[in-house]
Structure formats: C-alpha cells, structure tokens
C-alpha cells in the first residue's frame, strides 16, 4: 500500500474541503434514480438491472438502460495524438448507443480547465477527462485520498465489445496489466494507448554494414558497440540535456530483467515499487549502472553529451554520425520533417543476461485514458466506463495508431498485416521486435508517493551524474550510496 505522510495528508483533505465544499449535494438535477451502488456481473449488467428491467429496455452487451437520457461532460487532451480517432470514437459510440450523449470540451490546455472546475466543486465538474491535472502524480493521489475519483479496475475483466468472450485483462500485450500504473491497487484510468522505448537505429545502414540488429547476449551486444564504434560512429546516442533520455533503453525496465536474470523479480519488484531498502544500492541498480559506466570509459557513448538536446541527438542517427538512439517510439513522428527519403527505423533492446533465449524486458508507457468523477449520477460513471471500454475495439485502435502516432494497447493488433500496416515506422518496428523475441512490456511505476523534500534530493544527485557516468568519468556506486542514504531519510519522515 502506499504510505502517507498523516500531516500531508490532513493538509489535503483540508485543502479539499475548501476547494470542493459543493462536493456535499448528491449531484444536483442529474441525482441518479437509484442512490444505493448495485453489484456489477461479469458481462457488464448490474443485479438491480437483470431483475427489474425487461430484457429490450437494457443493451445486451452491457445491461444499462435503453431509454434514459445521459449527457456526459467530457474533458479531451487535444495534444500530440491529435483529435481525429477521438471524434471517430465519439461517433461510432454515440452511433451504438443513441441515448447517451457525450459533451466535449476539447483543448491541449485540458488540465488548467479540469483544475479549476475541481476547484468549483461538482456540479460543473467533467463526468471524465483525460490529460490529468496539474501537479501529476501527486494530485491525483490527493484525489484518490479524498474520493473524488472513481476506480476502473474491475474493467480489465470486461469483455471486449468487438470480441465477446475474450477480456482486456486477456488482450493486453505481455506485462501491460501488470505494469499498469495503480493507486493503492486500483486503476483510476484505463489505457487507451502506449509508447515504447529502447534503442532505435537506421535499419538500412545497418545492412550495409552487416551489423547484428537483434543481439541475443549482453556479449554480442558489446560485440555490436565495439563494430560500430570501430567504423568510426558513435554507438549510441541520447540527448544529455535531457539525461533521463537514457533510462529508455537502460532505465528501470533494465532492473526488472536483470532481476529475472537473477531470478529475484519478486523480491526486486516489491522493493521497488515501494521505493524500499535498498533502492539505489540494490544489486540490480549497481549492476546496471557499472555496466553503463564501463561502456562510457570505452566511449561508446557521445563525448559532450551533457550538450545535445534532443533534436541534435536525434538527428545524429539520421545523419549516420551515430548507430543507434535511446529514445521512444514517438521518435519518427517527432523527425518526420527531417527523416530522409527511404529511411527506415529498426528497434532492439539491450539484453543484459548470456542466455540467447532470455525474456526482453522493455518499458511500456500507456496511458492517454481517462478519468472519471466519483460524485456523479452512478448512471454517468457506468456509461463513463463503457466509453473507456470502447476505445479498446479495433477500428480505434487502428486509428490511435495510423493517426496518433501511438503504440496499440491489443496484442492481436499485428495479427493482421494489413492493420499492422498501419503502424508508423517505429512502433512498427518496435512491434516486430516483439513478435521476434520473448519480451515483457513495464511502465516502472510505484505504489508509493514520498515527499520529503530529500526525495527530490536524491533524485536530483541521480540525475545529475548520468552523463559523467555514460562518459566513463563518475564512478557510479559513490553516488548509488549517498542517494541511497537521501531515500531512507525520506522514507524515515513519511512513517
């Protein structure tokens, strides 16, 4: 569970109650008929629902009503993914279910608005939104702690509505559902899409020089450095001016496989989630870290990296100054206007352990979901969820895909070449990685909030040495053991 700081925590609640003191009515002119939650069965249908409505009043698929009226107060992050697949969505829904109508605000500054409605209290509060809210993490956590948002994990055992019989839970690519982010073991925003990450390369000169594109062993992978280095490029690039671009290809995903390598993922996983002795001196972080240091001091990584920003790094590669790119999968959309003519993305991961039958651990960010306000008609919050549900089926993912630029949610979404066509270059490319390796997709999330301000400072002290560390200059453990130092002071005043 996550553990709370009580002062904090009192401070929030009293904040809330400030700012939310309309949150007391019962919803106002949209008070649902029924005030008493009812229990929800696996195929969607509240026991309430089955009993005491005829069978042609409810939808089969989900068993809520035909003939009540709903209108959902939608707030949509109109940001990098675009808008297009979600207004298709939107019409397909609406289309399906004619009495609920879905009222959008649309804006890339969603989360400035979703703020001061929450601050206005609940009766012009989105019934969901997505795009979050400012302050991240930590003030959805504040909303969680005061009941203002509605879980969603029971969703994951719902039938798909374009593939009855087979659940979320079921069609999730390997380690979403597990890797999900979660508060107190609960989702609060169901995915809808994801990004990937790793090292992401020309494949074209890659067969010009014959070089591996799918190392198997950590050997042949330095064997791979050692070639490209030797042909006079840099190995691999990121932009140090954002440093934690690294940790896409060697980040917290890397500890998870080095943690099953060891058969320790159990005991690391826990530790890790909970932000738990040891943490930065774990054997999974010493090891990953010294390996990194040991290929900068054979120069594997750009002398001055502390210099480039991501652009410069990113161009590196499409200029063929360096191999390869710790970056995500956003990277061809985000180059589109500079890639050249032909070229081609490639994608592999680093696999740390010798076996060449090893299990590829590779971060999985997804997200882009929505959220849904606790205090609204029940009626509003199930039909909030159906419409979650729905960005699940094919014809949206397809669309999150072709036109946002994002990474798929379903496993069987390759299944069908034309479809997995689709795809942008490199999340196709990333996808082809999965279908050639054994891999297991993390979001590195953690079940506990600190806020003890030498949390930051230990986050600080981290990040700042990651590029004297990559340039084979810091040794790394000196610093693993003062941060590690800074985490249990944290740790300390948050008990």
């Not at 003030?139 to 879980?151: F, I, M, Q, R, Y």
């Not at 993922?265 to 010493?286: G, H, V, W």
């Not at 849904?372 to 008609?377: R, T």
């Not at 509003?380 to 729905?390: H, I, P, T, V």
Request: a negative charge.
């Amino acid at each position: 569970m996550r553990k709370r700081n009580p002062i904090t925590l009192l401070t929030i609640i009293c904040m809330l109650a400030v700012l939310l003191s309309a949150c007391a009515g019962n919803g106002g002119s949209n008070a649902p008929k029924e005030t008493s939650p009812a229990s929800t069965n696996s195929g969607g249908k509240t026991d309430a629902e089955s009993t005491s409505k005829p069978e042609e009043d409810v939808y089969p698929e989900n068993g809520l009503p035909k003939n009540e009226k709903v209108t959902l107060k939608v707030g949509f992050a109109n940001q990098g993914m675009g808008k297009e697949w979600f207004d298709a969505a939107v019409e397909s829904f609406q289309k399906k279910f004619p009495n609920v109508k879905l009222d959008i605000t649309s804006s890339p500054d969603i989360a400035k608005i979703t703020s001061t409605k929450i601050a206005a209290g609940d009766d012009d509060m989105f019934d969901m939104f997505s795009g979050g809210i400012p302050g991240g993490n930590a003030a959805l956590n504040s909303l969680v702690d005061a009941g203002k948002l509605e879980p969603v994990e029971h969703l994951w055992d719902r039938e798909l509505y374009d593939k009855p019989g087979t659940t979320l839970k079921d069609i999730s690519l390997e380690g979403q559902f597990e890797g999900t982010t979660r508060i107190l073991d609960q989702t609060y925003s169901l995915p809808i899409a994801g990004t990937g990450a790793g090292l992401f390369f020309d494949k074209k000169l890659f067969e010009e020089k014959g070089w591996n594109s799918n190392p198997k062993t950590w050997t042949e992978f330095t064997d791979l450095l050692a070639a490209i280095k030797a042909d006079g490029l840099i190995p691999i690039t990121y932009p140090g001016v954002y440093p934690g671009y690294i940790s896409n290809s060697f980040g917290p995903w890397s500890l998870f496989h080095i943690a099953m390598m060891n058969d320790n993922l159990d005991t690391f996983t826990k530790q890790f989630r909970e932000y738990a002795n040891p943490y930065y001196t774990s054997d999974e972080m010493i090891d990953m870290w010294n390996r990194i240091y040991e290929l900068g001091k054979k120069g594997y990584f750009p002398k001055g990296v502390s210099a480039l920003n991501h652009t410069q790094s990113q161009m590196q590669v499409l200029q063929r100054q360096a191999a390869l790119a710790s970056n995500g999968s956003w990277i061809g959309n985000e180059m589109k206007n500079a890639t050249p003519e032909g070229f081609e993305w490639g994608f592999m991961a680093v696999p740390f352990g010798e076996d060449p039958d090893q299990t590829f651990v590779i971060r999985n960010s997804t997200g882009n979901g929505f959220h849904i306000w606790a205090n609204k008609p029940e009626l509003n919050k199930k039909w909030a969820m159906e419409f979650s549900l729905w960005l699940w089926n094919m014809d949206v993912q397809e669309l999150i895909a072709e036109k946002g630029g994002m990474l798929p949610v379903r496993k069987d979404f390759t299944e069908d070449a034309a479809r997995a066509d689709k795809l942008q270059n490199a999340p196709k490319a990333m996808f082809e990685f999965i279908d050639n390796n054994k891999v297991l997709m993390e979001s590195g999330f953690h079940t506990v909030t600190l806020t003890d301000p030498a949390f930051q400072q230990a986050n600080k002290l981290y990040t700042d040495s990651i590029n004297e560390i990559a340039e084979g200059t810091k040794d790394p453990v000196p610093m693993l053991e003062e941060a590690e130092k800074l985490m249990e002071k944290a740790r300390q005043a948050q008990q």
